[in-house]
């Protein structure tokens, strides 16, 4: 089975240009997160999905970033306009939940994540 | 608020020897989950462990052993007989929803260099 596939894998782009990063989870999963990991900050959360509805972004650095997913099997992350400081690792996962607090027990599966480098 | 911290930074051993991995977690909430991930050079987070609040028993996998101890809100990952194929940035994480419905909360990482 493919797991979470994520595109690009490598981004080099201008400060100031718009970036799109994208992500497929794994079929049947109805949970889709994204993470951006810098040596500073580490691995953090930005956003996540449930069953294609935006449930917490608190996690949004400011309003240059932005998430969609206009359905179970695509999401979008879009920085507008990029800045040096954007430049990190982006990870996409996706978990299936079996719902209730007892039953939410299914470990999240990575992308191999998008490498995005801003000039 | 959860917080998870893994004072280790980086850790240097030479092969076959054991070695332990520290976590530390915060959370007000009663009913939590923990994680052990891996990240090798290649970038990629590997998916170890979760073991839930309930559940204080240890757990063994092969080389890897897992100690929950809640009374020290302490959930530390040891390598028996390590090997250089082991040498990567490890990740303990926490979430109060098992992990498949809530974000993850991520410390901070220990590289792990096992030296041949």
């Known amino acids: 089975d493919a797991g979470v596939i994520q595109s690009p894998r490598h981004e080099v782009t201008e400060m100031g240009q718009e970036v799109t990063l994208r992500c497929k989870p794994i079929?049947?999963?109805?949970?889709l997160f994204w993470y951006r990991q810098t040596m500073m900050r580490g691995l953090e959360l930005l956003i996540y999905f449930n069953n294609n509805v935006p449930i917490d972004d608190s996690g949004m650095p400011e309003d240059r970033f932005s998430a969609k997913m206009p359905n179970a099997s695509f999401s979008t992350l879009k920085i507008q306009p990029s800045e040096p400081r954007d430049s990190a690792v982006y990870f996409c996962?996706?978990?299936?939940?079996?719902?209730?607090?007892?039953?939410?027990?299914?470990?999240?599966?990575f992308g191999p994540g998008t490498r995005l480098t801003v000039l | 608020a959860q917080k998870v911290t893994q004072a280790q930074t980086e850790i240097s051993v030479v092969e076959k020897e054991d070695v332990t991995l520290d976590c530390v977690y915060e959370?007000?909430?009663?009913?939590?989950?923990l994680f052990w991930y891996k990240q090798p050079p290649s970038g990629e987070l590997v998916f170890l462990i979760r073991r839930n609040s309930f559940d204080e028993q240890n757990e063994i996998s092969g080389r890897y052993s897992w100690n929950f101890q809640k009374s020290t809100s302490s959930f530390n990952f040891t390598i028996t007989a390590s090997q250089v194929v082991d040498s990567a940035v490890y990740f303990c994480a926490l979430s109060v929803l098992g992990g498949g419905a809530d974000g993850l909360t991520f410390g901070k990482g220990t590289h792990l260099i096992i030296q041949p």
């Open positions: 079929s049947g999963h109805d949970y």
């Open positions: 959370t007000r909430d009663t009913t939590y989950y």
């Open positions: 996962a996706s978990s299936l939940s079996r719902g209730g607090r007892e039953g939410s027990y299914n470990e999240q599966f």
